[in-house]
């Protein structure tokens, strides 16, 4: 294809389906945990990391990946010492991570331009440290998921009854967020910080209406932000539309047309009987 003539787009691209993969992979189990809003509140966090790298000259990437991990860690302390109101330590941590955002920028003078790219997403500006940073996360991400399977698993579907069977869940947990961290950090260079929780819950959303196990509803979601990503890419390309919320209404359509498939399939098949 014409567009792949291109450094810049060739990295884009690379990018873009590391990102496709990981985030479904952590997105399907914060989903089913009822934590989704998790990946939104770090998605902000991140925010502080960007500023502080964008002041220190340090990569943004990079620092989105320091200030997610510990944003991780704490929203994970804080969920524990408010179990009846776990919702607190979202709204806490989000509401930090945005206010030292704020004071970062303003304090650092920091080109307004730059930061529009880093909340939106600027997918074709991706360097070759940011490929090798994604890179590595997603490789971190993918093995220790495998490692992890099955203990996730179970916590995922009965976390007091994997306590009572020996799984140690506060270690668990405190993995996951922590990978749930990495992965928003990295991913917020190819659909930005407010578009990223759609990434990684939406495709999810639309492999539960057709899937008939966790496994198949994993691939299914692999599949779907893959798809999304890379006709977000090439539409957005084409088009000369913003990258990020090209994906995201990518992810959207593939939504709408499995809850159409979900509903039409049955008819079909009574029909056909």
Known sequence: MEMFQYDFLQRAFLA??????????????MVLRRMSLVGNALSHISMAGVAAGLMTGVSPTFGAVIVCLLGSGIIELLRKNF????????????????????????????????????LFGSVV????????????????????????????FYVTFDEEGAFYAG???GLVNMIFVLLSG????????????????PLMTIPVAASLQLATSFKQALA???VFAVISVAGGIILSYYFDLAPGGTIVIAALVILFLSILTKKVLPVIKSKSA
């Open 167 to 169: 799984v140690d869940t």
């Open 83 to 118: 179990r009846r109101y776990a919702e607190l330590a979202v709204a806490i941590s989000m509401s930090t991570g945005l206010g030292l955002a704020v004071l970062l920028i303003s304090a650092g003078n920091v080109n307004n331009a730059t930061v529009m790219s880093y």
């Open 182 to 197: 990495l992965t928003v950090a990295v991913s917020i260079r190819v659909v930005g910080i407010l578009l990223v929780s």
């Open 125 to 152: 500006t991706t360097s070759k440290s940011d490929i090798i940073i994604i890179a590595i996360t997603g490789l971190l991400v993918i093995v220790t998921v495998a490692l992890l399977y099955s203990r996730l």
């Open 16 to 29: 873009g389906l590391i990102i496709a993969v990981i985030c479904p992979v952590i997105g399907i189990f």
């Open 220 to 222: 299914f979601s692999i």
